[in-house]
Nanobody, 125 residues
């Protein structure tokens, strides 16, 4: 049974930092590319960042570029999202997803085969 479990969310003041983790089990983790998405109340789930199966390639939404960093540790079956300089507009539930076949179309949520349950990030002003 495939499981993706996000953790590390919480409440932080604007300008602060959080590190999210996505721990995977039940799949050949180093075969999958992993993406982070977020969904604010009343909005569509949107792409945040993605990383290739070996960490050699990454992609970021313009809204987070320069503030967020995605990384992975295949020995621990875990992907991380380091979020710095957080803004109130970053408030959302953050989800990780796993997809095959490279980073092509990594920004499309329907490309992802597996999803976690999400972790809440709240940034106060």
């Amino acid at each position: 049974q495939v499981q993706l479990v996000e953790s590390g969310g919480g409440l932080v003041q604007a300008g602060g930092s959080l590190r999210l983790s996505c721990a995977a089990s039940g799949l050949t983790f180093n075969a999958y590319n992993v993406g982070w998405f977020r969904q604010a109340p009343g909005k569509e789930r949107e792409f945040v960042a993605a990383i290739s199966w070996n960490g050699g390639a990454t992609d970021y939404a313009d809204s987070v570029k320069g503030r967020f960093t995605i990384s992975r540790d295949n020995a621990k079956n875990t992907v991380y999202l380091q979020m710095n300089s957080l803004k109130p507009e970053d408030t959302a539930v953050y989800y990780c997803g796993a997809k095959l076949y490279g980073l092509a179309a990594a920004r499309a949520k329907n490309e992802y085969r597996h999803w976690g349950q999400g972790t809440q990030v709240t940034v106060s002003s």
